[in-house]
C-alpha cells in the first residue's frame, strides 16, 4: 500500500501535464525565420534579470531536423531571490496568439509537445500581477 499510493500520485501527475492544450502551429505558408540564429539545438539564457534566471533548451533548430515544422523545448527557471512565489509560462505563436502554457513556483523545469514553431515567444510572468519577467523567442534556421 505505501508503494501504491506515490505511484498513483505519479500517474496523475503524469496524466495532468500531458492534457496542457498545445498552442496551434503557424498558417500554412507563414515566413519561417531566416535571420541568423546560435547553433541547433543551442541553449537560449535570458540575461540574468537581478538574480531570476531563465532558459528556454534548445532555443534554435535547423527546419529540416523538426517534425511536422515544431520541436519540443525545455524551459527552465529560478526567481527565488527576486522574492517571487509563483510564476506564469505563456507562449505567443507567430501569429501573435498568446496562451498561458504552466503555472509554477519560483523555480522550475518543463518540457513542451511537439508544438514549438519557429518565432515562438516564452513569457516568463510573476503570477498574479502578470508582471513581466523574462522572455526568449525560438528560432529557426533554413537547411543547407
Same mark, same amino acid.
Given at each position: ?9 505519479? $500517474? $496523475? ?8 492544450? /498545445? ?15 546560435? /547553433? ?22 535547423? $527546419? ?35 496562451? $498561458? ?44
Amino acid at each position: 500500500m505505501k508503494i501504491k499510493l506515490p505511484l498513483i500520485a505519479l $500517474l $496523475l501527475v503524469t496524466v495532468v501535464g500531458c492534457s496542457q492544450e /498545445a498552442p496551434p502551429p503557424p498558417a500554412a505558408g507563414a515566413p519561417a525565420a531566416q535571420a541568423a540564429a546560435p /547553433a541547433p539545438g543551442a541553449k537560449q539564457v535570458q540575461p540574468p534579470i537581478g538574480d531570476a534566471t531563465f532558459s528556454i533548451t534548445p532555443g534554435s533548430f535547423r $527546419l529540416c531536423d523538426a517534425e511536422n515544422g515544431a520541436i519540443t523545448s525545455t524551459a527552465k527557471w529560478d526567481v527565488t531571490a527576486t522574492n517571487v512565489a509563483e510564476v506564469a509560462l505563456y507562449v505567443t505563436n507567430a501569429k501573435g496568439e498568446r496562451k $498561458l502554457w504552466l503555472n509554477g513556483g519560483a523555480s522550475g523545469e518543463s518540457t513542451t509537445g511537439n508544438w514549438v514553431f519557429p518565432d515562438s515567444k516564452f513569457e516568463l510572468v510573476e503570477r498574479g500581477s502578470e508582471k513581466a519577467i523574462a522572455e526568449l523567442t525560438v528560432k529557426a534556421m533554413p537547411c543547407e
